[in-house]
């Protein structure tokens, strides 16, 4: 959870002042805000192996289920699963970012935050940043976790992989921003959306399991789901299939989905007080 650090101040003098951010001052109030947010991590690592337990149980539980109802060998069946499970913690880690805005504004660091002499979408954009690091180390972590039991990742489509992951925790992690700040002091509603969308979302994708012989509407409403096609493209790219299309519409929805996440998360906190 982030603390009330404090940034560190910069000048003002110039067009900043007079309200127009310089490119060298978003990036520098920027990566201020990424170091803030990254500190508490640091200190407690603790945090992020804890939060390895979720990808961890499905693993330990549910993927012998899968396997065990599958005509396929183990290792098949674990290069189908691994991909999807990697999706998942970017799903949830990104999709409850917003509980620690939601912590910093009851607190009151968060308005300490907003006087300070930086750049308001430098506070979105430092936060969501933040949230690439421990995704893509708990995906790491996963997928070498899986190696010896059969999984099999090509180590250049892992790095893509890793990098579309990133892509996707940005653009829902701003979005999870964006919620906290409307649900300014109702942590309720904040809980209650996110509840209602993260795990349709997560049942749509097909990364537990998979749609192909689900009713027709469940497959119609999954082609309208982005992150379906984030976990297709995973699939490929840890089986080394880098050319498959599913690939390129994976990066697609990924980035689609951040710059819409980026857009609304900063408008978001421009209008915040």
Same mark, same amino acid.
């Given at each position: 959870?982030?603390?009330?650090?404090?940034?560190?101040?910069?000048?003002?003098?110039?067009?900043?002042?007079?309200?127009?951010?310089?490119?060298? *001052?978003?990036?520098?109030?920027?990566?201020?805000?990424?170091?803030?947010?990254?500190?508490?991590?640091?200190?407690?690592?603790?945090?992020?192996?804890?939060?390895?337990?979720?990808?961890?149980?499905?693993?330990?539980?549910?993927?012998?289920?899968?396997?065990?109802?599958?005509?396929?060998?183990?290792?098949?069946?674990?290069?189908?699963?691994?991909?999807?499970?990697?999706?998942?913690?970017?799903?949830?880690?990104?999709?409850?970012?917003?509980?620690?805005?939601?912590?910093?504004?009851?607190?009151?660091?968060?308005?300490?935050?907003?006087?300070?002499?930086?750049?308001?979408? *430098?506070?979105?954009?430092?936060?969501?940043?933040?949230?690439?690091?421990?995704?893509?180390?708990?995906?790491?972590?996963?997928?070498?976790?899986?190696?010896?039991?059969?999984?099999?990742?090509?180590?250049?489509?892992?790095?893509?992989?890793?990098?579309?992951?990133?892509?996707?925790?940005?653009?829902?992690?701003?979005?999870?921003?964006?919620?906290?700040?409307?649900?300014?002091?109702?942590?309720?509603?904040?809980?209650?959306?996110?509840?209602?969308?993260?795990?349709?979302?997560?049942?749509?994708?097909?990364?537990?399991?998979?749609?192909?012989?689900?009713?027709?509407?469940?497959?119609?409403?999954?082609?309208?789901?982005?992150?379906?096609?984030?976990?297709?493209?995973?699939?490929?790219?840890?089986?080394?299939?880098?050319?498959?299309?599913?690939?390129?519409?994976?990066?697609?929805?990924?980035?689609?989905?951040?710059?819409?996440?980026?857009?609304?998360?900063?408008?978001?906190?421009?209008?915040?007080?």
């Amino acid at each position: 959870m982030s603390t009330a650090t404090a940034l560190p101040p910069r000048a003002t003098a110039g067009p900043s002042a007079a309200g127009v951010t310089r490119p060298t *001052s978003l990036v520098r109030d920027t990566w201020n805000v990424l170091i803030r947010e990254l500190r508490p991590v640091v200190r407690d690592p603790f945090s992020l192996i804890f939060s390895l337990l979720q990808p961890l149980v499905f693993l330990g539980l549910f993927g012998p289920l899968l396997v065990a109802s599958s005509d396929q060998p183990a290792s098949v069946t674990l290069q189908w699963f691994v991909p999807g499970i990697l999706v998942m913690i970017a799903l949830f880690g990104t999709g409850t970012t917003g509980s620690n805005l939601l912590f910093e504004m009851q607190t009151g660091s968060h308005e300490r935050t907003l006087v300070a002499p930086i750049a308001r979408s *430098s506070l979105l954009v430092g936060r969501a940043l933040k949230e690439m690091a421990p995704i893509i180390v708990q995906a790491a972590v996963i997928a070498l976790v899986t190696i010896p039991f059969g999984f099999s990742a090509n180590p250049v489509g892992m790095l893509i992989g890793l990098a579309l992951l990133a892509v996707f925790g940005l653009g829902f992690g701003s979005l999870s921003y964006a919620l906290a700040l409307a649900s300014r002091n109702r942590d309720w509603m904040f809980w209650g959306v996110q509840q209602a969308t993260i795990f349709p979302l997560l049942i749509l994708s097909g990364m537990l399991l998979p749609l192909d012989d689900g009713p027709a509407w469940m497959q119609v409403a999954a082609g309208f789901n982005p992150i379906s096609y984030v976990v297709s493209a995973e699939r490929a790219l840890f089986a080394g299939d880098l050319g498959s299309p599913a690939v390129l519409w994976g990066f697609v929805a990924a980035v689609v989905l951040a710059a819409i996440g980026l857009a609304v998360g900063i408008r978001a906190m421009k209008k915040a007080h």
